[in-house]
């Protein structure tokens, strides 16, 4: 009798244990369908173009998980969190639970309400490299690499892109619907990018404009889920 109560006991620890661990949701980055490292050649077939990304990083807030079946409303979480692709750790989205979510979605970049607020601290500090100034507020969006189209002194193109007052607003929405159970992951695949950016005409943006606006939405249309 003892016995089979402590293999009850353990039974029901191991369940409880398992229901306890949370599935993470994470960010990937791509080239074409491949896994794209940092500072590491990879070919562009549509523009006969050598790529190399130097830096990565880009702001995500406002998540919304929906659940399967509609039986659990929906949840939200007022993240400021930067993905930053020199550090993997800040790839994984803390404190969620995406387990048993059906589809997501989040803000590309910080809303009108961070950027009027001033420099602030954590992933929001300005030593982040991600703040322009009162005036023009954060960067939502830094991409910077080296290309052989391009025909800067050194061949590198850097793409900031922000701006939160109209008719430059930035922030772009993504909805996303996951396609495994196993993991929760959200792939930027950079292909999709370079496909409607000719770095031998333009190489470059670092402030809020018209041309900024249409680059974030090509990237908000970038993400996909696993």
């Not at 620890?13 to 990879?42: G, H, P």
């Not at 602030?120 to 500090?125: H, K, P, T, V």
């Not at 590198?156 to 996303?176: A, C, D, Q, T």
């Given at each position: 009798m003892r016995f089979l109560l402590l293999i009850l006991?353990?039974?029901?620890?191991?369940?409880?244990?398992?229901?306890?661990?949370?599935?993470?949701?994470?960010?990937?980055?791509?080239?074409?369908?491949?896994?794209?490292?940092?500072?590491?050649?990879?070919?562009?077939?549509?523009?006969?173009?050598?790529?190399?990304?130097?830096?990565?990083?880009?702001?995500?807030?406002?998540?919304v998980l929906n659940f399967?079946?509609?039986?659990?409303p929906p949840q939200y979480y007022h993240v400021r969190q930067l993905i930053d692709f020199k550090y993997p750790e800040s790839l994984k989205i803390k404190d969620i639970d995406v387990n048993q979510t059906e589809s997501i979605s989040f803000v590309l970049?910080?809303?009108?309400?961070?950027?009027?607020?001033?420099?602030?601290?954590?992933?929001?500090?300005?030593?982040?490299?991600?703040?322009?100034?009162?005036?023009?507020?954060?960067?939502?969006?830094?991409?910077?690499?080296?290309?052989?189209?391009?025909?800067?002194?050194?061949?590198?193109?850097?793409?900031?892109?922000?701006?939160?007052?109209?008719?430059?607003?930035?922030?772009?929405?993504?909805?996303?619907?996951?396609k495994s159970k196993k993991s929760k992951i959200i792939e930027l695949d950079l292909i999709h990018f370079f496909k409607k950016t000719d770095l031998s005409q333009q190489a470059g943006i670092m402030s809020p404009s018209q041309i900024a606006t249409e680059k974030s939405q090509i990237l908000a249309e970038s993400f996909d889920s696993n």
């Open positions: 006991l353990l039974i029901s620890t191991e369940i409880s244990q398992a229901q306890s661990i949370k599935t993470q949701l994470r960010f990937e980055l791509l080239f074409n369908k491949a896994k794209l490292n940092l500072d590491e050649l990879y070919f562009d077939p549509v523009n006969q173009d050598s790529i190399k990304i130097t830096t990565l990083k880009f702001y995500v807030s406002d998540i399967k079946g509609g039986n659990s970049g910080l809303d009108s309400s961070i950027n009027v607020s001033g420099a602030l601290g954590g992933d929001l500090d300005p030593t982040q490299g991600m703040y322009w100034s009162w005036q023009s507020g954060y960067i939502n969006f830094k991409l910077e690499g080296i290309s052989k189209n391009c025909l800067t002194r050194d061949k590198s193109f850097n793409f900031h892109l922000g701006g939160y007052k109209k008719p430059f607003e930035s922030i772009r929405k993504v909805n996303l619907y996951f």
